[in-house]
C-alpha cells in the first residue's frame, strides 16, 4: 500500500485538502447535472403529453395560439406611421 495508515491517506502529504476538494465538487456538479437533466426532461414528457392530448381532443389549433400569444397585432414603427394611422 502506498500509504502507512488511513489518516495518511485523507492527509496525502498536505495535499489532501486540495484533493478531496475536487472530488467534492466533482461529484456536487456531476449530481446537480443529473438532477437538472432529470427534471427537464420531465418537463419536457408532461409537456409532450399535454399537447398529444390537444392533438387528439381537436384543441391544438386553440392551444397553439394561445402560446404564441393570441394573434398579431402591428406597432407603429415612426411618428408619422402613427399619425397617418390615427
Not at 456531476?30 to 419536457?44: H, M, N, T
Amino acid at each position: 500500500m502506498a500509504f502507512d495508515s488511513f489518516s495518511a491517506f485523507v492527509v496525502m502529504g498536505g495535499h489532501g485538502p486540495y484533493v478531496w476538494t475536487c472530488y467534492g465538487v466533482f461529484f456536487l456538479l456531476v449530481a446537480l447535472i443529473a438532477w437538472l437533466s432529470i427534471r427537464d426532461r420531465r418537463q419536457v414528457v408532461r409537456s409532450q403529453q399535454r399537447e398529444q392530448a390537444m392533438v387528439s381532443s381537436g384543441q391544438a389549433d386553440t392551444a397553439r395560439r394561445a402560446r404564441a400569444g393570441g394573434g398579431f397585432q402591428r406597432i407603429p414603427t415612426t411618428q408619422n406611421e402613427s399619425i397617418s394611422k390615427s
